[in-house]
Protein backbone atom coordinates (compact mmCIF):
# COMPACT_ATOMS: atom_id res chain seq x y z
CA UNK A 1 0.00 0.00 0.00
CA UNK A 2 1.33 3.51 -0.58
CA UNK A 3 1.82 6.24 1.53
CA UNK A 4 -1.32 8.02 -0.32
CA UNK A 5 -3.18 5.22 0.00
CA UNK A 6 -2.43 5.02 3.72
CA UNK A 7 -3.33 9.06 4.31
CA UNK A 8 -6.71 8.47 2.47
CA UNK A 9 -7.28 5.86 4.57
CA UNK A 10 -6.71 7.38 7.89
CA UNK A 11 -8.60 10.52 6.94
CA UNK A 12 -11.80 8.49 5.81
CA UNK A 13 -11.36 6.47 9.69
CA UNK A 14 -11.12 9.69 11.31
CA UNK A 15 -13.87 11.24 9.03
CA UNK A 16 -16.35 7.94 9.80
CA UNK A 17 -15.85 8.82 13.78
CA UNK A 18 -15.99 12.27 13.97
CA UNK A 19 -19.94 11.51 12.36
CA UNK A 20 -20.41 8.74 14.41
CA UNK A 21 -19.99 10.73 17.09
CA UNK A 22 -21.94 13.76 16.15
CA UNK A 23 -24.73 12.07 15.20
CA UNK A 24 -28.26 11.47 17.20
CA UNK A 25 -27.84 7.94 17.75
CA UNK A 26 -24.88 8.20 20.26
CA UNK A 27 -26.33 10.48 22.37
CA UNK A 28 -25.95 9.87 26.00
CA UNK A 29 -27.85 8.27 28.21
CA UNK A 30 -28.39 8.41 32.24
CA UNK A 31 -29.29 4.49 32.23
CA UNK A 32 -28.80 3.95 36.20
CA UNK A 33 -29.11 7.17 37.13
CA UNK A 34 -32.81 7.56 36.57
CA UNK A 35 -34.73 10.64 38.18
CA UNK A 36 -38.33 8.81 38.95
CA UNK A 37 -41.73 11.07 37.83
CA UNK A 38 -43.19 13.09 40.84
CA UNK A 39 -46.39 12.13 39.05
CA UNK A 40 -45.87 8.43 40.03
CA UNK A 41 -45.07 5.53 37.96
CA UNK A 42 -47.41 3.33 36.44
CA UNK A 43 -47.55 -0.31 37.28
CA UNK A 44 -48.34 -1.01 33.45
CA UNK A 45 -45.51 -1.48 30.90
CA UNK A 46 -47.93 0.36 28.48
CA UNK A 47 -48.38 3.50 30.57
CA UNK A 48 -47.92 5.85 28.22
CA UNK A 49 -50.95 5.04 26.46
CA UNK A 50 -54.49 6.75 27.20
CA UNK A 51 -56.87 5.29 29.91
CA UNK A 52 -59.48 2.74 29.12
CA UNK A 53 -63.16 3.64 28.94
CA UNK A 54 -65.82 1.88 30.90
CA UNK A 55 -67.32 -0.65 28.22
CA UNK A 56 -71.22 -1.55 29.70
CA UNK A 57 -72.08 -5.01 29.71
CA UNK A 58 -73.32 -6.40 26.54
CA UNK A 59 -75.98 -8.25 27.64
CA UNK A 60 -79.93 -7.49 29.10
CA UNK A 61 -80.24 -5.68 31.41
CA UNK A 62 -82.28 -7.08 34.87
CA UNK A 63 -85.18 -4.95 33.97
CA UNK A 64 -85.24 -6.69 30.20
CA UNK A 65 -84.73 -9.96 32.03
CA UNK A 66 -87.69 -9.28 34.66
CA UNK A 67 -89.68 -8.28 31.74
CA UNK A 68 -89.64 -11.16 29.81
CA UNK A 69 -89.89 -13.65 32.69
CA UNK A 70 -93.33 -12.04 33.56
CA UNK A 71 -94.31 -12.00 29.54
CA UNK A 72 -93.51 -15.87 29.54
CA UNK A 73 -95.05 -16.75 32.67
CA UNK A 74 -98.45 -15.08 31.39
CA UNK A 75 -100.60 -12.01 32.88
CA UNK A 76 -100.78 -12.77 36.69
CA UNK A 77 -103.93 -10.42 38.48
Known sequence: MGRRNVHA???LLLLLAYLVGTSYG???TQ???MQPKSQG???NFFG???KAM???PSGPSR???SIQLQNSRGKQP
Open 63 to 65: QHN
Open 31 to 33: VFN
Open 54 to 56: PLP
Open 9 to 11: LLM
Open 26 to 28: SRH
Open 41 to 43: LSR
Open 48 to 50: FLP
